[in-house]
């Protein structure tokens, strides 16, 4: 249920539904006063969202940064779903995500991780056939990754699913923490709390940064639509994190 909910709901947080909404209630509202309110709501909150400068402030505050990894080598690697999908064939492929793919396989070939655990299943609400764990195992194989060294989740729908088919993957295969935990910076925040609620000693490897990185420049001060994509990722990523909090 709280799955379902979670989709279903997921729109009416997104800052464009939103702006939408006021602009809508300013065009039906008779009352002038009321019409301007709601016009002015509207715009101002179309200047808040599609600033650059200002998602670069909330994303160095939210992001987790990496810390130094102290081991030699890390008993495995949890590397989280969201970064494969498939296409109108039905067959797999990357998507945007794919930089948590990149760095679990560049930390289990370097040595620093002696497994990978692919934990993702099929996140959609209607959830076909796909499952992203088993796809991503055969990729892997093409990357020439033992299939000794791999541990396949393919159930976990959201990431709570994933830290709690993780962690009983993890004790089945009697592997010891600390853990690194491979996941876009902007959701790496909700996923430690997540895996630490259940008790899974992680280390955080973020990649796939999309803001917060650059030095400030005269473009962050010019209106863009490309905040208003990354502010529905971070906007899931707050809300979600008070909905689990409460949970």
């Known amino acids: ?39 002015i709501t509207s715009f101002v909150l179309l200047l808040i969202f599609s600033s650059p400068f200002v998602i670069n402030q909330f994303a160095r505050l939210w992001d987790i940064e990496s810390v130094p990894l102290t081991k030699k080598q890390y008993s495995c690697v949890i590397v989280l779903g969201g970064f494969a999908g498939v296409d109108a064939k039905g067959e797999g492929l990357f998507n945007e995500r794919a930089e948590r793919f990149i760095q679990a396989v560049k ?49 976990s729908r959201n990431t709570y699913e994933n830290a709690e088919f993780s962690k009983k993957m993890l004790i089945e295969k009697h592997l010891q923490g600390p853990y690194l935990l491979v996941t876009s910076a902007w959701h790496m925040r909700r996923s430690m709390a997540i895996f630490k609620k259940q008790g899974l000693d992680v280390i955080p490897y973020p990649c796939d940064y999309i803001q917060g990185r650059g030095k400030f420049s005269f473009a962050d001060f010019i209106p863009s639509a490309d905040p208003l994509s990354d502010w529905n990722l971070y906007m899931k990523e707050v809300f979600g994190s008070i909905a689990y909090h409460f949970k």
């Open 1 to 39: 249920m709280f799955f379902v909910l979670s989709k279903v709901l997921l729109i009416f947080i997104l800052p464009f539904t939103w702006i939408l909404a006021f602009s809508v209630a300013a065009l039906v509202t008779r009352n002038p006063k009321r019409k301007r309110r709601f016009f």
């Open 107 to 155: 930390l289990v070939n370097t040595g620093k991780a002696a497994n990978i655990l692919m934990s993702g299943g099929n996140g959609l609400l209607l959830a076909g056939e796909f499952r992203e764990g088993a796809w991503v195992k055969t990729q892997l194989q093409e990357f020439k990754v033992p299939d000794s060294l791999v541990i396949v989740e393919n159930n």
